[in-house]
C-alpha cells in the first residue's frame, strides 16, 4: 500500500468521532423502536435478482454480485444483488418465514442498503436505514397506521437536530378526490400532482389534461386539494369546501384526521396533514408519510406508507404499513454542515498515568477495578513525562486522568484542573461524563 | 411472489427471538470493547479490488459489484469488491486518515464480510465480525498484546456459552527456536507445523524434511516444540529444556510469560500457552492467539495477533495487534445446537388490553406513560375476547397484561396470574423482566 487511498464517491465513512454521533442515533432509534414492541430483524445483505426486480423502478440501481473466481460453467449459483432498501427483504422474510411468525407481525431493521445511484446531496451508493414494518394476515387494524409518526417523532426527539416536520396524506384522499371529480384514472393524476414541487403548477396542470384528459376545471380543483395543509383536522373541511363527494374520499377523510388527532396529542406542532403528499411508490394504499428537518426542507429523512400488496404467496397476502428512517441521509446532512459536535473522540472517560513501566501491573489492576464499574479507562500507552501523559488524554478529549501514588491514588479533571484523593473501588465521573454527550452545533 | 422463497445457503437468517439472542452478544462485546477505550470503526462494505487482493490467499473468495445497469464504456468506476475480513479496510483506514488520527490509534469495529467459499459448519458467506485492533506509528508497546486476549475474555463472559479458552503463542519463539535449531527457512518450518492437527506428527515431520531440510533431531525437536502447552510460564522452562537457544527465542518465550501471567491474574485457567498455534497468515511477527468453546473444539471462534507491516504509506509504518472474534460463527454454533434461549420473542414488556375500541386512545396513553418510564409496550391489536388477547400476550411470551378500568388500573403477571392494582405513573416490572433474558439451554 504505497500509494495513499482516497475516498469512494458515495460511500460515505466517519471518523470514530462522528460513528459514535452515528451510534447515538441508532441506539436511540432502537431504544424507541423495542419501547413500541417493534421486535428486531436483520436479514442478509443479498437477495436474488429476480427478487429486487419486482419493484421494476429501481432496476438501474442494484449492485450484482459475482464470485470472483466462480467457475463460468457452475450455474448452481442464483445470481444475486445488494438490497437497495430494507423493504423487499422483509416482505420476502415474512412470506419465507410466515409458519414460524406470529401475526401481527411487528420488526424493526436497522441495517445497510447500496444503489448504484449518481452520488448527489443526500443520496448515497452505501446508507444506513432504520425501519419498522407491521404486517397482518388478510386484514391490517387501521391503528398501525396512526402509530407509526408517533415512533419516528419519539425517536428523533431528544436527537440533537433540528425540530422534526412530518408531512402526512392518505392515498385514498387524493384517489377518492380524483374519482368524485369524474377523473377515468386517479392512478395517473396522482403521479402529475406528484411533480407538484418539481414543475409547478401550470405544468401539473397541463400534464393532468395530457395523460387523464382532465378539463381545465378538474385539474384546478386537483391542485387546490393539493394546496391544503393543516396541523389539525380543519384540512378536512378545507377538503370538503371544494364540494367534491366520493365514499373513497369519505373513508380517507376520515382516517387522515384520526392520525393528525393522535399526533397533536402526542407531539403537537410535529404532524402537519399536506394533501400535495404523494410519494412516487405505487403501492402504498392508505396514509403515506415524508418527513423534513427545520433548514434542510428539500430532502425527506424518513417516509413509508400503508400497502396492501407488498407480500403474498399463494393465497396468503400480508397487509402492511412501514416507515423508514434515512439514518446516513441524516447524519450526512447535519455532518456536512458541522451541526453536530460530541465532547471526546473515544469512549474513554479516565486515562491511568504511568509512573514508570514497572509500574505498569499496578495500573492495570486500577483500570480494571474501574472498568468492572462501567467507567471507560485506559491506561497510559507510554511511561512518558506527566505533561505528555495529560496530553494523550486532551487531545482524545479524556476528561479524567488518575495519577497512582505509593499511598494513595488522586484524580484530576484536567478541563477544571481540579485533583482529589481517589479509590478505584469507589470512585465515579459525574453522571454526564460518564459516555461521551452529543451536542448541536 | 407467488412461489415461497427458500433460504440461501451460507447466508444466515435469524428469526427476531434469535437476532435477540445475537443483539445481546453484540452489546456486551460492544460494550466491553469500549470499557477499555476502544473507539467505533465503521468502514463502507466495499474496497477496491487491487486492496482486497493484496492478501493473497483469499482472491477466491472475493465477492465482485458490478452495476447491474452500468455502461459497459464507462470505466470511470473502479472495480470494487465485498471486504472479506475488517483488517484490510481497517489497514486501509488508517493510511487514509493517518493526519487525523491520535496515535496509538485503539478501534473497534462490528460489522459484516463476505466470501464467496463454500459453506460448511461454522463457515458462512456472510458473517458478523468484532474486532479491535490498535495501531502505532512506527513502534507499538508490547503491552497491547497483553491486552488483547483480556479484552476477549471480558468480553465473552457473562454471555451464557461454554467456557472459552484462548490459545496464545508467539512467532518469535518459534521462529527463534528454528533458527537456533540451525534451519534455514523459518518460515517453512511454521507453515509444516501448522499443519499438525490436520496431517499428525509423522507427515509434518517428513514436510518438515522436504521443505527445510530438516535431519530427523530437527524435526523431532520441532514436533517436541509443537507439544509445549501450559496454563502458567511453567512453558518456558519446558522449552528451555530442548536445549536450543537463540537471542530471538528469548525474547519471545519472554513476551509470552508475560501475556500468560496477566492472563493468570484477570481471568484464571482462561489462556493457555500452546506452542502449537501458528495461524497461517504470513503477516504476524508476535503473538499469535486463536479461541475455542469448550465442547466445540474444532473451530477458532476468535483469532489474532501483533503484525508490523499490514499497513505502510511511503516512509510511514503502522505496526498492530489485532484480534476478531466471530459473532456469527458462535451464533451459529450455539443456536445450531439449540443450546441458547431467551425469555421472550419481541421486546415488549407489556400489553395493554384493550376493553373495546372506542377505548383505544385511552390504552394508548396508557402505553405511552409506560413507554416514558423505559418499559416497553404494546396495545392490543384488537378488542377481542380477553382470553384470546391474553394468549396474544403468551404466545410471544410477554410477561404483563395491562387492564384499564373505569376506576383504576390493574396488572396481571400471566405466569404467577397474580393481579394488582397500578398506575401506569408509577408501576414496574421486577428488573429482571424489564428486557428479555437469555440463557444457556
Given at each position: 500500500m504505497s500509494a495513499r487511498p482516497t475516498p469512494l464517491s458515495g460511500f460515505p465513512e466517519w471518523l470514530p468521532a462522528q460513528r459514535m454521533i452515528e451510534q447515538r442515533f441508532l441506539e436511540r432509534i432502537q431504544t424507541v423502536f423495542e419501547l413500541y414492541g417493534y421486535a428486531p430483524l436483520e436479514t442478509r445483505a443479498v437477495?436474488?435478482?429476480?427478487?429486487?426486480?419486482?419493484?421494476?423502478?429501481?432496476?438501474?440501481?442494484?449492485?450484482?454480485?459475482?464470485?470472483?473466481?466462480?467457475?463460468?460453467?457452475?450455474?448452481?449459483?442464483?445470481?444475486?444483488?445488494?438490497?437497495?432498501?430494507l423493504t423487499v427483504p422483509f416482505a420476502r422474510f415474512v412470506v419465507e418465514n410466515a409458519g414460524k411468525l406470529n401475526f401481527p407481525f411487528k420488526r424493526y431493521q436497522i441495517q445497510k442498503a447500496w444503489r448504484g445511484e449518481r452520488p448527489a446531496q443526500g443520496r448515497y451508493r452505501e446508507f444506513i436505514q432504520a425501519d419498522i414494518d407491521v404486517v397482518d394476515r388478510d386484514t391490517l387494524g387501521f391503528h398501525h397506521e396512526v402509530e407509526m409518526p408517533l415512533v419516528v417523532a419519539d425517536a428523533l426527539s431528544g436527537l440533537p437536530i433540528p425540530p422534526v416536520r412530518i408531512q402526512v396524506n392518505n392515498?385514498?384522499?387524493?384517489?377518492?378526490?380524483?374519482?368524485?371529480?369524474?377523473?377515468?384514472?386517479?392512478?395517473?393524476?396522482?403521479?402529475?400532482?406528484?411533480?407538484?414541487?418539481k414543475i409547478g403548477p401550470?405544468?401539473?396542470?397541463?400534464?393532468?389534461?395530457?395523460?387523464?384528459?382532465?378539463?381545465?376545471?378538474?385539474?384546478?380543483?386537483?391542485?387546490?386539494?393539493a394546496e391544503i395543509s393543516a396541523e389539525d383536522a380543519s384540512f378536512a373541511d378545507a377538503v370538503r369546501a371544494l364540494g367534491v363527494t366520493d365514499p373513497l374520499l369519505d373513508e380517507g377523510l376520515e382516517e387522515l384526521v384520526r392520525v393528525v388527532e393522535a399526533a397533536r396529542e402526542h407531539a403537537p406542532g410535529l404532524l402537519v396533514a399536506d394533501l400535495k403528499i404523494a410519494r412516487g411508490l405505487d403501492y402504498y394504499t392508505g396514509t403515506v408519510y415524508e418527513t423534513v428537518l427545520k433548514g434542510y426542507e428539500g430532502l425527506s429523512v424518513s417516509s413509508g406508507g400503508?400497502?396492501?400488496?407488498?407480500?403474498?404467496?399463494?393465497?396468503?397476502?400480508?397487509?402492511?404499513?412501514?416507515?423508514?428512517?434515512?439514518?446516513?441521509?441524516?447524519?450526512?446532512?447535519l455532518l456536512g454542515r458541522g451541526a453536530l459536535g460530541i465532547s471526546r473522540s473515544v469512549p474513554t472517560c479516565v486515562l491511568v498515568a504511568l509512573p514508570d513501566e514497572e509500574r505498569r501491573a499496578d495500573c492495570d489492576r486500577v483500570a480494571a477495578a474501574l472498568r468492572k464499574r462501567g467507567i471507560a479507562t485506559e491506561v497510559s500507552p507510554t511511561a512518558a513525562k506527566y505533561g505528555k501523559q495529560?496530553?494523550?488524554a486532551e487531545r482524545?478529549?479524556?476528561?479524567?486522568?488518575?495519577?497512582?501514588?505509593?499511598?494513595?491514588?488522586?484524580?484530576?479533571?484536567?478541563?477544571?484542573?481540579?485533583?482529589?484523593?481517589?479509590?478505584?473501588?469507589?470512585?465515579?465521573?459525574?453522571?454526564?461524563?460518564?459516555r461521551p454527550v452529543i451536542h448541536a452545533v
Open positions: 437477495e436474488p435478482l429476480d427478487q429486487l426486480l419486482r419493484k421494476g423502478e429501481t432496476d438501474k440501481e442494484v449492485y450484482v454480485l459475482r464470485r470472483l473466481q466462480a467457475d463460468p460453467d457452475d450455474t448452481s449459483d442464483a445470481t444475486l444483488g445488494l438490497h437497495f432498501d392515498r385514498k384522499v387524493c384517489e377518492g378526490f380524483y374519482q368524485g371529480l369524474g377523473l377515468s384514472d386517479p392512478a395517473a393524476a396522482l403521479k402529475a400532482v406528484d411533480k407538484l414541487d401550470a405544468k401539473v396542470a397541463e400534464l393532468l389534461a395530457e395523460t387523464t384528459g382532465a378539463t381545465d376545471a378538474q385539474a384546478k380543483a386537483c391542485l387546490a386539494l400503508r400497502y396492501d400488496n407488498l407480500a403474498s404467496a399463494g393465497a396468503d397476502r400480508f397487509p402492511g404499513v412501514g416507515i423508514s428512517i434515512g439514518v446516513t441521509r441524516v447524519m450526512g446532512l495529560i496530553r494523550y482524545r478529549g479524556i476528561p479524567f486522568v488518575w495519577f497512582p501514588g505509593e499511598d494513595g491514588h488522586e484524580i484530576k479533571d484536567i478541563r477544571s484542573g481540579e485533583q482529589a484523593p481517589a479509590s478505584p473501588e469507589t470512585w465515579s465521573p459525574p453522571d454526564p461524563d460518564l
